[in-house]
């Protein structure tokens, strides 16, 4: 019964020997659970997700075991390739715009795991044990669920770590083939593509602690010479976020009148600027004040991926400062561009030995 926190993974350099390897998919991790007509669509934090993808429910009621617990993630393709940004617009509080959605941008669900098959738990059986049983309880299944490819040749790892990133996914999990399914364990391992990019240090955001920074407001030109909000890095020690107080105290401005983000508080730019400080259905009544600073600071940062080649998808990671780079310098061009590789190459393949 839900709910129930999927097993997670901890990040490693590179590729481990020896286990079982799948492709890490950039979507909604989600437990499907199903007893009869009854789905479930649970979060990583448990809470539901059923009402949001409709779709999705009368696919797996058609297509997977009577009464199961399925482990997988909930993803949006377009165009070949993963895209995250149609997802997040599924979260919506209206029920008729989920149904437009639904109709427009449909789900599919990827499987990898099989928590409980009928009236058995599988929680305490042995991953290779799982994923046999997997792979029989989906065999022939058919869009948009999926079974996902799984191997145990590292060298198909390596290759797919290369090749997949093109359809928008984030690396290659490994998990041990003894392993037992431990809820909200970092028992997997996950490697993921990273690369660096020298970024605009535009603003930044307190800390909830108090008056040292919580995160910096990253910036990258575009082709028309503007400013671009493009993510934060906000991984510091204490003692680092008081130092970026005064590190930047020389930059800071008293208004944000004259800044490229002057703009902030006004939502229809937020949405097609990306620009930081507007109210959205995701961050609530979060305070997303933020310090305007004279855009004259460059940092390097390691970042995984970009999200519609926009902004970085997740947190990026502040490496050093770069006196050498000028503001101007720092463009979109600079990023590198994955090789383009067809999702259904990959979900349409046969699973991989």
């Known amino acids: 019964m839900p709910p129930v926190k999927p097993m997670l993974a901890k990040s490693v350099a590179a590729i481990p020997p020896g286990m079982q390897y799948e492709a890490k998919w950039d979507g909604f991790r989600a437990i499907v659970f199903r007893d009869g007509d009854e789905i479930e669509l649970g979060s990583r934090t448990g809470k539901p997700l059923t009402r949001y993808f409709p779709e999705l429910v009368e696919a797996l ?3 997977v075991p009577t009464r199961c617990v399925l482990d997988g993630e909930i993803v949006i393709a377009r165009e070949g390739r993963l895209d995250f940004d149609a997802l997040t617009e599924r979260i919506h509080p209206a029920a008729s715009r989920v149904r437009t959605l639904a109709e427009r941008t449909p789900a599919s669900f990827v499987a990898f795991d099989l928590l409980a098959l009928n009236d058995s738990s599988l929680l305490d059986v042995p991953l290779t044990d799982r994923r046999e049983l997997l792979a029989r309880a989906l065999a022939g299944v058919t869009a948009p669920v999926h079974l996902a490819p799984a191997t145990t040749d590292v060298e198909v790892a390596r290759q797919w770590f290369e090749e997949y990133e093109g359809a928008g996914l984030d690396g290659v999990i490994a998990k041990p083939l003894a392993l037992r399914y431990l809820q909200d364990e970092r028992a997997m391992f996950k490697v993921k593509h990273e690369r660096t990019a020298d970024v605009v240090v535009a603003g930044y955001r307190l800390h909830k602690s108090g008056p040292v920074v919580g995160s910096l407001l990253l910036g990258l030109y575009d082709g028309r010479g503007v400013l671009q909000h493009v993510g934060v890095s906000a991984a510091f020690t204490m003692k680092r976020r008081a130092e970026l107080v ?60 970009m999200e519609n080649g926009a902004r970085f998808r997740h947190t990026a990671r502040f490496r050093r400062w770069r006196p050498d780079r000028t503001p101007s310098s720092c463009t979109y061009a600079q990023l590198e561009e994955p090789v383009r590789y067809d999702l259904s190459e990959i979900l349409g393949a046969p699973p991989a030995s």
């Open 246 to 305: 005064e590190e930047l105290e020389p930059l800071r401005l008293a208004d944000a009148a004259d800044h490229p983000w002057a703009a902030w508080s006004q939502e229809a730019a937020h949405e097609t600027a990306r620009l930081p400080g507007a109210p959205s259905r995701w961050s609530g009544k979060k305070d997303l004040s933020w310090v305007p600073l004279r855009p004259e600071r460059v940092a390097e940062v390691a970042y995984d991926h």
């Open 61 to 63: 009621r058609e297509r």
